[in-house]
Nanobody, 124 residues
Framework: QVQLVESGGGLVQAGGSLRLSCAASGRTFSSYAMGWFRQAPGKEREFVATIKWSGGTNYADSVKGRFTISSDNAKNTVYLQMNSLKPEDAAFYYC??????????????????WGQGTQVTVSS
């Protein structure tokens, strides 16, 4: 059993920054990667970024150069630093954990555990 708890969401003006955190607990030792996804009202959940516990990151084109995913393996925590936020970044952000090896972690169905989400609102 894995528990994921996100924090750090909130309201920010366009151009501002937020840092999301995702603390993982439970049986995390057999996992391979963690990712961030987001879902805006009326839209499908979309990939944002992923990081493998062994290193290696990947980003959606829409956030490249603005968002940075990082991890603190000792704390089983993953972060998403979001800079230069745009109104279109507003969504619920979810972290997720994958217990299996894949060549790509950009797909929601490759994750086994999900957090409850944290809301990011960006005012224009």
């Amino acid at each position: 059993q894995v528990q994921l708890v996100e924090s750090g969401g909130g309201l920010v003006q366009a151009g501002g920054s937020l840092r999301l955190s995702c603390a993982a607990s439970g049986r995390t030792f057999s996992s391979y990667a963690m990712g961030w996804f987001r879902q805006a009202p009326g839209k499908e959940r979309e990939f944002v970024a992923t990081i493998k516990w062994s290193g290696g990151t990947n980003y959606a084109d829409s956030v490249k150069g603005r968002f940075t995913i990082s991890s603190d393996n000792a704390k089983n925590t993953v972060y998403l630093q979001m800079n230069s936020l745009k109104p279109e970044d507003a969504a619920f952000y979810y972290c997720a954990l994958s217990r299996f090896y894949y060549n790509s972690y950009a797909y929601a169905h490759r994750y086994d555990s999900w957090g409850q989400g944290t809301q990011v609102t960006v005012s224009s």
